[in-house]
């Protein structure tokens, strides 16, 4: 078994910062790629960032310059640094962890951007 958990999610005003955290534990042998992915108020979940385990990243072209996702393969863990907030960021946040070929998702940290 395989358990993914994010933190860090919260209210912040336009402009503003946050950083998530995502821990994937269990049976893990081998992590390939973590990412994040949000869905916001009636819209379909969709990526916003994507890391390998060799650390190549991937960014949704709306997030590019603003969001940065890095990895510490050591605790198996992704971060998502956020900066220049904008309400449209408002959404549930979910983590994704492939261990081997199957994908994990966690429960998902609500970020809200509002003044």
């Known amino acids: 078994q395989v358990q993914v958990v994010e933190s860090g999610g919260g209210l912040v005003q336009p402009g503003g910062s946050l950083r998530l955290s995502c821990a994937a534990s269990?049976?893990?042998?081998?992590?390939?790629?973590m990412g994040w992915y949000r869905q916001g108020p009636g819209n379909q979940r969709e990526l916003v960032a994507t890391i390998t385990s060799g650390r190549s990243t991937n960014y949704a072209d709306s997030v590019k310059g603003r969001f940065t996702i890095s990895r510490d393969n050591a605790k198996n863990t992704v971060y998502l640094q956020m900066s220049s907030l904008k309400p449209e960021d408002t959404a549930v946040y979910y983590c994704y962890s492939q261990v081997g070929s199957v994908g994990y998702w966690g429960q998902g940290t609500q970020v809200t951007v509002s003044s």
């Open positions: 269990g049976s893990i042998f081998r992590l390939n790629t």
